[in-house]
Each structure stands twice: as structure tokens, then as C-alpha cells.
């Protein structure tokens, strides 16, 4: 039996679907994610690396995937927004009426549009479209950046997430499990809820044999106001299947995630 193989995909900061990378690690084999993926004519893919051919996946799951601007905004109220805010400029004592606070209202509304616009869809149906293939190898994505707010405060919380999954037959298109990050994150959020959540809507619509979601955050409600704490960092995990039961494929994991880092 050959060693368990990892397929080690790391987005570069914001815009991962353009920037995927696929690595061999150790002495583990790579593996091909995606058994039928298309370039951009939508033709199927048949030569080329690896990795030219997971960025081919990414590049047509997003294309096929972009919700229409402004659409989840339109959801969120925000002449409501608008009017609150106004009030608040009011109870901190300012005047909403200068000319530096005049537009901040609508400003802020649309801000909101987008932050909290994650609670008008389904994170669900990001994974729900997946390629089935006999694969036995952990595939993992580091380095997912997301902000989201603290449902506490209100005040944004901001970091990394890693998301892996051994698959039983389901697979995805690397950038999926980032929209799902993505989708889970912009809505009043805790960290803790957040992590779990994306590893129940991993488990739970990719049947797979494990998943694995680790996530390092900065809360600003801890570095701005309260305790004051800048550079800590919260780290929370949730394990499933594989990765709760197995030690070893829980550290291999860990491996690949930190390794390179201590
Ligand atoms: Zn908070």
C-alpha cells in the first residue's frame, strides 16, 4: 500500500480561485481532484499538470457560480440601516447633517448589504453541484482569508480558514470549499458556530469519510475595546469522521497545515 496522499491546495490571499496551488508533500502522491475538468470553452480538459487543471475547475465553478451584483444586498434593508445609523450618529452626539457625515448613512447601509449578505443564501449550494470518483486521498485547502463580524459586538473578526475533506465519492471543486467559507462568514457570526457549520455542511452534503476545519482569527473586539489583546489570535477546530477517529490522519494534518510554519 502506497502512503495516503495529500493534495495540499493554497489559495494566495483574496482572490484564491485564480491562484491554487497543488503540492507534493513528503513522500505522499498528488492527486487529481476533479476526474472531468473543462477549460473555459466548457471543453474538457485531457493534458496538462495537475495543477494547470485544478485551476481549470476553479476558474469554471466560479464562472458558473457568480451570483449577479448587488443582488444579496438588495435583500438587506437598507433605508432601515440608513435611518439607524443616522440615530447612532445622533446618541454619540455628532451631527449627521456635515458635510464629512452626510452620505455615511447610505454608506454604511451598503456595507452592511454586503457584510451580513450571506444570510440570503444557502451556503449549501456550493458544494451541491460535485464530480463522483473513487478517491482515498485527503484533500485539503489552506489559507482561505474571510472577515467576518462578531454577532457580540459587531465588530469585524478577520483571518484564516482550512478546510479538508477525505472524500467517499463526492468531490468539489477546490474554490467551493472557499465560497462556502465565504458564504458562512458574511452574517453575524462566532467563531466557534462558524467553524462547525461548514464542517456539518461539508459532512453533510459531500457524504465524506472525514472532514477537517481549523480556523485562526484576530477579533478586533479584543484588540480595539475590552481586554485589548492586539496579536491574539483565536483558533478553533472542528473534527469529523477520520480526523476525530484517526490520530494519525488528524496529525498528518495538522502536519500540512503548520508544518512549514514552526
Ligand atoms: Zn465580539
Known amino acids: 500500500m502506497p502512503p495516503a496522499g495529500f493534495a495540499n491546495a493554497q489559495p494566495g490571499g483574496a482572490d484564491f480561485p485564480d491562484s491554487f496551488l497543488c503540492e507534493t508533500i513528503g513522500e505522499s502522491t498528488t492527486v487529481d481532484l476533479d476526474p472531468f475538468p473543462r477549460d473555459s470553452s466548457g471543453a474538457p ?3 496538462g499538470s495537475n495543477s494547470d487543471r485544478l485551476r481549470a475547475v476553479g476558474t469554471i465553478v466560479d464562472e458558473l457560480d457568480e451570483p449577479p451584483r448587488g443582488q444579496v444586498e438588495h435583500r438587506v434593508d437598507q433605508e432601515r440601516i440608513a435611518r439607524a445609523v443616522r440615530e447612532i450618529l445622533l446618541a454619540i452626539g455628532e451631527n449627521p447633517d456635515r458635510e464629512g457625515l452626510r452620505e455615511t448613512p447610505a454608506r454604511v447601509a451598503r456595507m452592511y448589504g454586503e457584510l451580513f449578505g450571506g444570510l440570503h443564501e444557502d451556503p449549501r449550494r456550493h458544494v451541491q453541484k460535485f464530480f463522483t470518483e473513487t478517491c482515498d486521498e485527503v484533500v485539503l485547502v489552506r489559507d482561505i482569508s474571510f472577515n467576518s463580524m462578531c454577532e457580540h459586538h459587531l465588530l469585524p473578526f478577520m483571518g484564516k480558514a482550512h478546510v479538508a475533506y477525505l472524500p467517499r465519492e463526492r468531490v468539489v471543486g ?3 470549499l ?3 467559507v465565504e458564504s458562512v462568514a458574511r452574517r453575524p457570526q462566532v467563531q466557534e458556530r462558524m467553524t462547525e457549520q461548514i464542517a456539518d455542511i461539508l459532512v453533510e452534503e459531500l457524504k465524506a469519510k472525514g472532514v477537517a476545519v481549523v480556523i485562526e482569527a484576530v477579533h478586533t473586539c479584543m484588540t480595539i475595546r475590552g481586554v485589548r489583546k492586539p496579536g491574539s489570535i483565536c483558533v478553533t477546530s472542528a473534527m469529523k469522521g477520520c480526523f476525530r477517529n ?12 503548520y508544518g512549514d510554519r514552526r
Do not use: F, G, N, Y
Open 174 to 176: 477546490l474554490s467551493k
Open 178 to 180: 472557499a465560497r462556502v
Open 246 to 257: 484517526k490520530s494519525s490522519t488528524r496529525a498528518e494534518l495538522m502536519t500540512l497545515i
Open 45 to 47: 480538459v485531457t493534458s
